[in-house]
């Protein structure tokens, strides 16, 4: 069964820092994967996707995230922290042929000025 | 391209009452999928709708049901309401068998039951 773990609820940083924000999946077969934001009061938006073409995958605002099978994690990054990265971000996972998509239990970051 | 809109917006019921959500896809999508997010709780999947059939549901007991209209939209219908049915209700969309491709979410209705 597929699940995914995300490292830490909360995550802080200083206004320029790099941002990590971590994630580890668990799938039976090649998955697809996911990191979505969530802005307060609003649903989630779409950042970036892995669907097993290069392993490092670039998204929006800045962010990227390589995929690494022998580790099992999609760690999510950005060079510099800009305070309107401040936001909920969730990792999830879909088997490749599954119809239902995991989501891991979110991490919230904080940019301090 | 209007994006997935969810009706209402906030919604207060008293335990026991019955409760109505609304999604409408986005214009050409025809899988419709259904989350709860309870505080602390993360995203719980309750049901997936493609074509008008409902493909799938999570782990919610049978008191949350829904259904899929023609025209896609759907809604997502809760009830017997409980105090533990608060949270924020997303709805979100893709094409059919494109899940894989990720999906669009509305903004959600915010069920509050007191």
């Known amino acids: 069964a597929q699940s995914v773990t995300q490292l830490g609820s909360h995550v802080s940083v200083s206004e320029g820092a790099l941002v990590l924000l971590r994630c580890n999946y668990s799938?039976?077969?090649?998955?697809?994967l996911f990191w979505y934001v969530q802005y307060p009061n609003q649903g989630l938006q779409l950042l970036l996707k892995?669907?097993?073409?290069?392993?490092l995958v670039k998204g929006i605002n800045g962010f990227e995230a390589e995929f690494k099978k022998s580790e099992t994690s999609f760690h999510l990054t950005k060079p510099s922290a800009h305070m309107s990265d401040a936001a909920e971000y969730f990792c999830?996972?879909?088997?490749?042929?599954?119809?239902?998509?995991?989501f891991g239990a979110g991490t919230r970051l904080f940019v301090k000025a | 391209e209007a994006g997935v809109t969810q009706s209402p917006t906030h919604l207060i019921k008293t335990r026991g009452q019955h409760a109505t959500l609304r999604c409408s896809p986005i214009?050409?999508?025809?899988?419709v999928y259904w989350y709860q997010q309870a505080l602390g709780l993360g995203l719980q999947f309750l049901l997936w709708?493609?074509?008008?059939?409902?493909?799938n549901r999570g782990n919610f007991p049978p008191r949350f049901s829904g259904r899929q209209f023609p025209n896609y939209s759907s809604e997502l219908n809760v009830n017997a309401l409980e105090l533990e049915d608060s949270a924020l209700y997303l709805c979100?969309?893709?094409?059919?068998?494109?899940?894989?491709?990720?999906?669009?979410f509305g903004s959600g209705t915010r069920l509050t039951v007191v």
């Open positions: 799938s039976s077969v090649p998955p697809y």
């Open positions: 709708y493609d074509e008008g059939e409902e493909r």
């Open positions: 999830a996972v879909r088997e490749g042929g599954g119809f239902k998509t995991i």
């Open positions: 979100a969309s893709s094409l059919t068998g494109q899940g894989s491709s990720g999906y669009t």
């Open positions: 214009s050409g999508h025809t899988s």
């Open positions: 892995y669907t097993s073409a290069a392993t």
